[in-house]
């Protein structure tokens, strides 16, 4: 396969590549990757077209080559851009518009001007960086799970940068290649079947990682409560048998906390709902400052919740369900020109070594929860100590 054919190919390569991230993009608000992963597509194909002008005619030495070679690599830091702002970076275009005027100003400079093997030599570091930059970043990545869609796009850019290291060596250990603009020495035709199974693969990586992330999205959805944002009952299920069954290889101590919002129904039938849902954030958000970052928080019911404490000993949780009381009591809801105060029940439960599920110490933290509404509210409840323990030993601190 000639040289123009497989530019041909690359340019309806790249160009598929374009449209298809543009209409993603479209399809997907607020997925801005798949814009910048559009304009690489958009880079490919300009400078695919100058190559294909360069071959059926007589264009400027210089233009074509610079013009050629600054899409060339534009396109690649689309994708490095594409990727940083898939993981919450900046883009950094300011970068991408100083590399491109570096290397249309290269372009002028006799040593490069007239030698393509001069350009090879200078461009290979550059777009081979940019490639090792895009591994870099995505398998710095904490989220195993969201590495293994990021696993096909790093693997391509590792090879398509190991693959250019490997043709300059050629050329340093082959002298006189004789190379020209657009030829169809072995050397260049390789490098555009590189570049033609690059733009087919990348497109499919990039759309995998946009698919991931949809699907990660809609299962966290699925997962989270819209109101607080904290974890559902479904969540429950899943997480607390996962770590009851922890808990019991490694005998650390699993705790239960409950609490609930002390006459909601009255704050719901004298203010109307908008406040009810804003007293229900209100006492999340009191109690996120109180929990700890990592213990998993629940919203079991209507004004209802749960955290699961694993690895704390029995004056910690105390302590901690005492801060969530106080904190809930000392501090009043504020909305449309009203102060509403509130309070809450707390009850608090240990897992015990004849436990046999997770649902029998939720159990108890909500027996120890009622206790506390029913001898007063605004009060913590502890089984074993308020409410009989039946007998059994929780575990200790």
Not at 368 to 376: E, L, R, S, V
Request: aromatic share 10%; proline share 3%.
């Amino acid at each position: 396969m000639d040289s123009f054919t497989l530019v041909i190919a690359s340019l309806l390569v790249s160009g598929t590549m374009a449209l298809k991230m543009l209409l993603l993009y479209r399809a997907s608000a607020g997925r801005a990757a798949l814009f910048d992963w559009s304009l690489s597509g958009l880079f490919f194909f300009a400078g695919n077209i100058i190559g294909a002008l360069a071959t059926k005619y007589e264009l400027s030495y210089v233009l074509a080559p610079a013009l050629g070679n600054v899409f060339y690599v534009a396109g690649h830091a689309g994708i490095l851009a594409g990727v940083r702002r898939h993981l919450a970076l900046r883009p950094r275009y300011d970068r991408l518009v100083l590399l491109a005027l570096a290397v249309l100003a290269m372009h002028l400079l006799p040593y490069v001007r007239d030698s393509v093997e001069h350009r090879l030599f200078l461009l290979t570091p550059v777009v081979a960086g940019i490639n090792f930059a895009v591994v870099w970043l995505l398998w710095r990545q904490p989220d195993e799970d969201a590495r293994h869609a990021y696993r096909p796009l790093m693997v391509l850019e590792l090879l398509f940068g190991i693959q250019m290291g490997l043709r300059i060596l050629y050329m340093l250990a082959n002298a006189n290649h004789d190379l020209t603009f657009m030829g169809s020495q072995f050397l260049q035709t390789s490098g555009t079947l590189f570049v033609l199974v690059f733009l087919s693969v990348v497109t499919m990586s990039c759309s995998l990682i946009v698919t991931h992330q949809q699907q990660q999205a809609l299962r966290r959805a699925s997962l989270t409560d819209a109101l607080t944002g904290w974890l559902n009952r479904r969540a429950l299920h899943d997480i607390a048998r996962r770590e009851f069954h922890r808990c019991r290889r490694t005998a650390t101590p699993l705790t239960f906390l409950t609490f609930d919002i002390d006459h909601f129904k009255s704050i719901n039938d004298r203010h109307g709902h908008g406040v009810g849902d804003a007293a229900i954030r209100h006492v999340t958000a009191l109690s996120a400052r109180v929990l700890r970052g990592y213990d998993a928080q629940f919203r079991t019911g209507g004004e209802e919740f749960a955290v699961l404490l694993d690895g704390a000993g029995a004056s910690d949780v105390q302590r901690i369900a005492e801060r969530l009381r106080e904190l809930v009591a000392a501090t009043p809801l504020v909305t449309q020109g009203l102060s509403v105060p509130m309070t809450v029940s707390v009850g608090v439960a240990a897992a015990r070594p004849g436990d046999g599920q997770w649902e029998e110490v939720l159990k108890r933290a909500d027996e120890a929860m009622y206790f506390a509404k029913k001898h007063g509210r605004n009060r913590v409840g502890i089984h074993g100590i308020d409410v009989p323990a039946g007998g059994a030993q929780a575990f200790a601190a």
